[in-house]
């Protein structure tokens, strides 16, 4: 409450919130929660109360709700962004946009209006993924060619020797200056990635052998600082990986 910073309402859910939430021009929230299809919902500002909630309309996956000027909810349905109307207890499907892969942004909007998404598009050959994005013109009802902003490395299935980021999906965000300023309509994309582990070449003098199970600070591999590691992978019950890293007299556990 703006009043005494108390809390006025709270509304808990059987699949948890991922994304952040958005409010209409009435005031009305919007989230998005569950996946695998997740739900949109609509919450009532001053009471905390449902409005409406519709399965298959909201893919929560760490995404953001968006609402458009004219009154639009923009939000990921299951591999398809998409322009939901809210119709007071109801909601209807305004457009859909599939994609190949389901790890999207939230959308934009422009200055005009525009909507913009970017997504990250798994390579089927190269090591390398793409981050790739589409612009609409006409409020969502259609989207341009997708464009390749970048290539890049994710953090998906990588990491030091023993260890597998395989939860380490990339979301990639957007936004787009809407101020009067000099840089209007400039698109801004961020995405996390990770060294260039593959072809990086570490040109160090000494190497220690990673000896399994080293899984814990006791068990760890002891490493002077500056050198590097090399694994062999062994078939054992746990794959996590623990190193010690000693500089003179101190000591850490990575």
Avoid at 5 to 12: A, T
Avoid at 136 to 156: K, R
Avoid at 166 to 187: A, L, M
Avoid at 233 to 239: E, G, L, R
Wanted: charged share 15%; hydrophobic share 35%; aromatic share 10%.
């Amino acid at each position: 409450d703006p009043s005494d910073g108390g809390e006025r309402w709270f509304l808990p859910t059987i699949d948890p919130y991922y994304c952040t939430p958005a409010t209409g021009p009435n005031g009305v929230i919007y989230a998005t929660i569950g996946q695998h299809p997740g739900s949109l919902i609509a919450i009532d500002p001053v009471l905390g109360t449902l409005n409406w909630s519709q399965s298959g309309m909201g893919e929560s996956r760490g995404n953001a709700v968006t609402v458009h000027p004219n009154g639009t909810i923009l939000a990921h349905g299951v591999n398809a962004p998409q322009g939901v109307r809210d119709n007071g207890m109801t909601a209807t499907i305004g457009w859909d946009e599939a994609y190949p892969c389901p790890f999207y942004s939230g959308m934009a909007v422009g200055p005009n209006g525009e909507v913009y998404v970017a997504w990250d598009a798994i390579d089927q050959v190269n090591a390398a993924d793409n981050l790739r994005f589409r612009q609409s013109g006409n409020n969502g009802a259609s989207f341009n060619a997708e464009i390749n902003a970048t290539t890049y490395l994710t953090i998906f299935g990588t990491g030091a020797p023993g260890f597998n980021r395989e939860r380490g999906i990339s979301f990639p965000s957007i936004t787009v200056d809407r101020s009067t300023g000099s840089q209007r309509g400039r698109i801004y994309l961020s995405w996390n990635e990770s060294l260039n582990h593959q072809d990086e070449n570490f040109v160090l003098a000494t190497f220690v052998n990673e000896v399994e199970s080293n899984n814990t600070a006791a068990t760890a591999n002891a490493a002077v600082s500056a050198a590097t590691s090399a694994a062999s992978v062994v078939a054992t019950a746990s794959m996590a990986s623990t190193r010690h890293f000693v500089d003179n007299s101190r000591k850490s556990s990575l």
